[in-house]
């Protein structure tokens, strides 16, 4: 588990000989007070081929997050000077910085606390003391999820689906689905525009060996698309009278 007395003076050499603080250039802004875990995160991330920026209080996270332009946020709870949730909100309320991922650490370890952070818009949570691998797995799921594709100064997101949890996500928007639905969804986003017959996703969302209507596929849909309101995306699976549904990306429409 990652925790400050884990860092003894070799590894503190070793992280300094290899961390830089790459400022508006880096991919992902690090706001941790404490040295040694700011240090030893930003090591495990450079490994896996990111590029980081340490800030060790609120205020100075909040001029950086101001200058420069980043991939993803890893935000402590309990900093100096403006805290973690004022930082959140922030970052959610700004027009230019709105999409950011935010991922949360904090050594505060009750479930309301975690459930605040969520609902003030963070996009994962990581109780202390954690370990590296899984933060640097959270960090890559994060940055899958957003495919932030950046253009000059505008900056488009593409619908996207957890791997391992039933969510869609379109830039900081997320809405939570029916396994049915988001295994419904799947398949017709697997092949953007091609049309699946109701007897197609009869067989691969529900199974061959399972008796269902095909008017279930309907039902199934319908409740998808209103799902998909929530982060207004409703007409991405579109109807083709007498064949099927097919999947329409956004910028296609």
């Not at 875990?37 to 909040?62: F, K, M, N, P, Q």
């Not at 986003?189 to 049309?195: A, I, L």
Request: net charge negative; hydrophobic share 40%; aromatic share 6%.
């Amino acid at each position: 588990m990652l925790e400050s007395n884990q860092v003894n003076s070799q590894y503190r050499s070793l992280m300094e000989d290899n961390i830089e603080k790459h400022g508006s250039s880096a991919d992902i802004l690090i706001v941790e007070d404490e040295s040694a875990i700011a240090r030893l995160i930003a090591l495990h991330l450079r490994a896996a081929g990111y590029t980081t920026h340490v800030c060790e209080d609120g205020d100075s996270a909040l001029e950086a997050l101001r200058d420069g332009r980043w991939r993803l946020v890893v935000l402590d709870r309990m900093l100096p000077g403006a805290n973690g949730m004022k930082i959140l909100r922030w970052i959610k309320n700004s027009e230019s910085k709105g999409h950011l991922p935010v991922l949360m650490v904090t050594a505060l370890g009750m479930s309301s606390e975690r459930v605040q952070g969520l609902n003030e818009g963070a996009d994962d949570y990581l109780p202390k003391p954690f370990e590296p691998d899984e933060l640097v797995a959270r960090v890559k799921a994060l940055l899958r999820r957003s495919r932030v594709v950046e253009t000059g100064t505008a900056i488009t997101n593409s619908i996207q689906l957890d791997p391992d949890v039933p969510v869609v996500f379109e830039g900081n928007k997320r809405v939570e689905l029916r396994p049915l639905e988001y295994k419904l969804l799947k398949i017709l986003m697997d092949k953007p525009g091609k049309t699946r017959s109701r007897d197609y996703l009869l067989d691969h969302v529900w199974g061959r060996d399972v008796f269902v209507e095909a008017r279930t596929v309907d039902v199934t849909v319908k409740r998808l698309r209103k799902a998909l309101q929530e982060i207004g995306r409703e007409d991405c699976v579109e109807t083709i009278r007498s064949m099927g549904y097919r999947f329409v990306a956004p910028d296609e429409q």
